[in-house]
């Protein structure tokens, strides 16, 4: 079992994200914005985040630069409705674990997360090319 963050403005989106990976053992903690997810990353262990682009206030790359200063191996997922290639590189320049574009199938993102997970446990640290 691990620990996922979850940040995304849209509570349909948190709620069933956290669901899918609920139902294969893990437990999330589910934000809606960069603040909110800051303050669960200081306050809770957690493993992998999953994290929209595109929030009120700060953006999820915004979140990413943050947490590389401090969790520079934390695997985070960057996901998007409108994913564009300046968005993909400054995502994969800041070391995002990948990036899925909406809507998110529930077996994607569990692999995918299984998959990140896997790469923190390992030395290889191998991760798909977006």
Do not use: W
Not at 8 to 14: H, K, N, P, S, V
Not at 109 to 118: E, F, N, P, T
């Amino acid at each position: 079992m691990a620990n996922i963050l979850i940040i995304d403005d849209e509570l349909g989106i948190r709620k069933t994200l956290g669901l899918f990976l609920e139902i294969r053992g893990h437990r999330t903690y589910l934000a809606e914005d960069v603040r909110t997810g800051l303050s669960t990353l200081a306050a809770q262990h957690v493993d992998a985040v999953i994290c929209d682009v595109l929030l009120p206030n700060r953006s999820g790359l915004e979140f990413l630069e943050e947490v590389r200063k401090s969790q520079p191996t934390l695997p985070v997922i960057m996901i998007s409705g409108e994913p564009t290639r300046r968005v993909k590189q400054i995502a994969k320049n800041l070391n995002a674990y990948d990036f899925l574009a909406k809507p998110i199938h529930s077996d994607t993102i569990c692999k995918l997360v299984d998959q990140a997970l896997g790469s923190v446990r390992t030395t290889s640290h191998s991760k798909p090319e977006f």
